[in-house]
């Protein structure tokens, strides 16, 4: 069984660009969720998409956007970035549509780092 | 909304000692209550859970954790510590919804 993978590892980008970051879930989950962690701090939720659609989302401003395709991999994309945007991505997927019980296993992240 | 409050950011201990890592949610509706583990350079492990039951939750590497509804409390304890349990730990919780809140994590550095 493969695990949740994330790709690239690390980035590095500068203020203003735009950055795509892909996840790949775990064999037969649904369920992709997007958490942000900076430095020091806990995971913050960004999204969650279930079976193609955005199943809800944190406080997160609207440059950060998000597409699951039909094998549920997923993709993060952020916009216009700003030098508090540098942070480890964090991925992560389920089975279930967000009752909240399931466990959601994560990926190793992608580090990036805006300059 | 939720929040949670990890009461302590690091705990140092020493090998074979015990530890206590305090971990405290507010939320006016029932909840269901995890702890995850970070190894360096690596993505977040699930430790263990709690749905619903028995309030007290073990895991398979000798951790446990006890939910405490009337202190809103799921403080997490191992009995005696390894160096390999050195890592950071982080408390979240989830109502019937889709998101995790965690915590701001607890670092617990395990010393021969």
């Known amino acids: 069984e493969t695990g949740v993978t994330q790709s690239p590892t690390h980035l590095i980008k500068t203020r203003g660009q735009q950055v795509t970051l892909r996840c790949s879930s775990q064999?037969?989950?649904?369920?992709v969720s997007w958490y942000q962690q900076a430095l020091g701090q806990g995971p913050q939720f960004i999204f969650q998409?279930?079976?193609?659609?955005?199943?809800g989302r944190g406080n997160f401003p609207p440059r950060f956007s998000g597409l699951q395709f039909p094998n549920y991999s997923s993709e993060l994309n952020v916009n216009a970035l700003e030098l508090d945007d540098s942070a480890l991505y964090l991925c992560?997927?389920?089975?279930?549509?967000?009752?909240?019980?399931?466990?959601?296993?994560f990926g190793p992240g992608t580090r990036l780092l805006v300059l | 909304a939720q929040s949670v409050t990890q009461l302590d950011s690091q705990v140092p201990v020493f090998e074979e000692a015990p530890v206590e890592l305090r971990c405290n949610y507010s939320s006016s509706v029932s909840v269901y209550l995890f702890w995850y583990v970070q190894y360096p350079n690596q993505g977040l492990q699930l430790l263990l859970k709690y749905l619903s039951g028995s309030t007290l939750v073990e895991s398979i590497n000798g951790f446990e954790a006890e939910f405490n509804k009337s202190q809103t409390s799921f403080h997490l304890r191992k009995p005696s510590v390894h160096i390999s349990d050195t890592a950071e730990y982080f408390c979240a919780v989830s109502l019937r919804g889709y998101k995790l809140s965690f915590g701001a994590g607890t670092t617990v550095t395990v010393r021969a």
């Open positions: 992560a997927s389920s089975s279930g549509q967000g009752a909240g019980s399931e466990t959601q296993y």
């Open positions: 064999s037969g989950h649904n369920t």
């Open positions: 998409y279930y079976r193609e659609e955005e199943n």
